[in-house]
């Protein structure tokens, strides 16, 4: 059985192994957003100088799942830096370092399943998805127009599979960038 120490150093080398390839992703999907502050907008369908329709928000499209997961890697890194500087400061007790290695630990399973999940739903077809997983609640926002009663209960399964919850704790929420 691995040592609390091997085991901790482990979980550091799977997180920073984890943020990098997620930052290499969040990198190529910015890359692929282009912001002309000064252009007017151009929808496709939409002729030049026709007004978009009420009902849509230009924001919400892809850009959505960008921000998202640029909102949570802000999050994210702040956890992660108070956490280092729990476990870095000689003042915090033993307790209070087992305590941080707990909840830095749960943060790498939180975000071994966020990966998993939108990964397996990309790998399914889906152009895109973003998962939350809080307090043993799983919420999943699909890159779809309209899902049928069982493309729900298979992602819903396949959440509940990951997450370790059960189907009814899952929440599962159509948004269309179309």
């Given amino acids: 059985m691995l040592s609390s120490k091997k085991a901790f150093t482990l979980a550091v080398l799977v997180l920073l192994a984890v943020s990098v390839w997620w930052i290499f992703?969040?990198?190529?999907?910015?890359?692929?957003v282009e912001i002309l502050p000064d252009a007017p907008r151009v929808v496709p369908g939409i002729a030049a100088g026709e007004q978009a329709p009420d009902s849509w928000d230009i924001n919400h499209f892809r850009a959505f799942?960008?921000?998202?997961?640029?909102?949570?890697?802000?999050v994210r890194s702040g956890e992660l830096e108070i956490l280092n500087q729990m476990l870095a400061n000689p003042n915090i007790s033993a307790e209070g370092k087992r305590e941080a290695e707990k909840q830095m630990m749960a943060l790498v399973a939180v975000m071994e399943k966020e990966l998993m999940v939108e990964n397996m739903l990309r790998a399914k077809g889906y152009k895109d998805a973003v998962f939350f997983f809080h307090q043993g609640?799983?919420?999943?926002?699909v890159d779809a127009e309209k899902l049928s009663d069982t493309e729900f209960l298979q992602i819903a399964e396949m959440v509940s599979s990951v997450a370790g919850v059960k189907m009814e704790d899952v929440t599962v929420v159509e948004h269309s960038g179309r």
């Fill in 25 to 32: 992703q969040v990198n190529e999907e910015i890359s692929k």
């Fill in 65 to 74: 799942f960008v921000e998202y997961r640029l909102q949570r890697d802000r």
């Fill in 137 to 141: 609640l799983a919420n999943v926002v």
